[in-house]
């Protein structure tokens, strides 16, 4: 008899109710358990974003310093850090973006600083040079050619990005 | 190189090439508040921006703080003498409080720029840290 298969004992009532809010008391509370488990998974690396450094008709063949701003956060703490580059076209008209920072000990490398030296790079806190295209000179202290940005033009703007080490960038 | 466990770190490792010690000079004054926290605010955005440039030579210490009454001389000279032991050839104080700044100090007057726009700010900054920039590589070229 249908009726009576169908009938729901007092009982089992209790039983599905329990079941089904207890079911949903435990989703809410390990969901977001799970949720925070997995996030560093599903961030999305946090890829520096491009900045508008400078205009592309500036630009000559002589190296020229830009500076401009990043956002950096270091743990919870957000700020604006200046940062420059040297930025020229070379024979082919290629634009390149080096980074000013020594690869030395990080001081801040100068175009044409030394008389005795021009047309180079040249640090001043241990006389450290590079050539035009950021290679260093050899028996000076730089380990290492300067970095170079990666740059993208977009409507006659130069955007740069990451500071890479030569042969990556 | 700032006085951060990251950087003694790399300084631990590059002693030799470090040989410059940065230290701002701070007042404290309880009368006149305002222009002395201007004094420092200046002097410590000029030291950062040294530091920043000149990072592989110069180690840029926490400030040297002082009540404006109080005779500072004593301790300016007990501070370079440690510092000189501790390696340190060139040993250079930064101020923009006039009244104690004699030749031992740089001086780098303090303009009001609290409601400056950025880019003049940066100027001003930039200009500034150049002037003590150019002190230093001329302390170093003397030296050399």
């Known amino acids: ?169 | 190189m700032k006085w951060t466990a990251k950087d003694v770190d790399a300084y631990h490792q590059a002693k030799e090439y470090v040989d410059t010690a940065l230290v701002p000079c701070i007042p404290i004054g309880s009368t006149n508040m305002k222009a002395f926290a201007e004094m420092s605010e200046h002097t410590l955005f000029i030291t950062n921006e040294v530091e920043r440039q000149f990072k592989g030579r110069v180690m840029l210490f926490p400030p040297f703080t002082y009540f404006v009454q109080e005779q500072i001389q004593a301790r300016v000279h007990e501070w370079a003498n440690v510092l000189k032991q501790a390696g340190f050839r060139h040993v250079c104080f930064v101020t923009s409080h006039a009244d104690i700044a004699d030749e031992s100090f740089i001086y780098v007057p303090a303009l009001p720029l609290e409601h400056a726009d950025e880019a003049y700010k940066q100027k001003v900054v930039r200009q500034q840290a150049e002037q003590v920039m150019d002190a230093l590589v001329a302390k170093w070229t003397l030296k050399n």
């Open chain 1, 1 to 169: 008899m249908s009726e009576k298969k169908h009938r729901v004992s007092r009982r089992q009532f209790l039983n599905y109710t329990l079941t089904g809010v207890g079911g949903f008391m435990a989703a809410g509370i390990l969901s977001p358990m799970v949720r925070f488990a997995l996030d560093p998974i599903l961030k999305e690396e946090a890829g520096q974003d491009m900045v508008a450094v400078a205009q592309v008709k500036d630009i000559t063949t002589e190296p020229q310093r830009f500076d401009f701003k990043v956002k950096v956060k270091d743990a919870w703490y957000e700020s604006e850090e200046p940062r420059s580059a040297w930025v020229f076209k070379d024979e082919n008209g290629d634009i390149v973006a080096l980074s000013p920072i020594c690869k030395h000990l990080g001081c801040t490398v100068n175009w044409n600083g030394e008389k005795s030296n021009p047309n180079r790079f040249f640090c001043p806190c241990h006389y450290g040079l590079y050539e035009k295209d950021g290679t260093n000179v050899p028996n000076t202290p730089p380990p290492a050619p300067l970095d170079r940005y990666e740059y993208e033009v977009k409507d006659g703007t130069l955007y740069l990005g990451k500071a890479k080490p030569r042969g990556e960038a």
